[in-house]
């Protein structure tokens, strides 16, 4: 099972910044897709941005929400994803978490994830 840790949250104003790391271990040659997915207490978990993990080329995907101001990428050598979070709103205020998928598919779907981390929280003050 490929194991997820993030890292990168925490308190920042509204128009700042954060990056968050996602460090991944074990057999990270079968992950196909890493995504990016928030939640807040009674909501259903939400996806922010997903990549395909190769090392040629790589298809991003975003959420209407954060497009524009979120960049997702990935260094394969580092077995490192990362989500670049700018002009950040109040709203964005959530916990964070990483996954790693097997297999391509509905990519904004949590189902397809079979690995996930701990999650990281990101509040965002007006």
């Known amino acids: 099972q490929v194991q997820l840790v993030e890292s990168g949250g925490g308190l920042v104003q509204a128009g700042g910044s954060l990056r968050l790391s996602c460090a991944a271990t074990?057999?990270?040659?079968?992950?196909?897709?890493m995504g990016w997915f928030r939640q807040t207490p009674g909501q259903e978990r939400e996806f922010v941005a997903a990549?395909?993990?190769?090392?040629?080329?790589?298809?991003?995907y975003y959420a209407d929400s954060v497009k524009g101001r979120f960049t997702i990428s990935r260094n394969n050598a580092k077995a490192t994803g990362y989500l670049q979070m700018d002009s950040l709103k109040p709203e964005d205020t959530a916990v964070y978490y990483c996954?790693?998928?097997?297999?391509?598919?509905?990519?904004?779907?949590?189902?397809?994830?079979?690995?996930w981390g701990q999650g990281t929280q990101v509040t965002v003050s007006s």
């Open positions: 996954a790693a998928a097997p297999t391509g598919g509905q990519i904004t779907a949590s189902t397809l994830y079979q690995s």
């Open positions: 074990g057999p990270t040659f079968s992950i196909s897709v």
């Open positions: 990549i395909t993990w190769s090392w040629s080329g790589g298809r991003t």
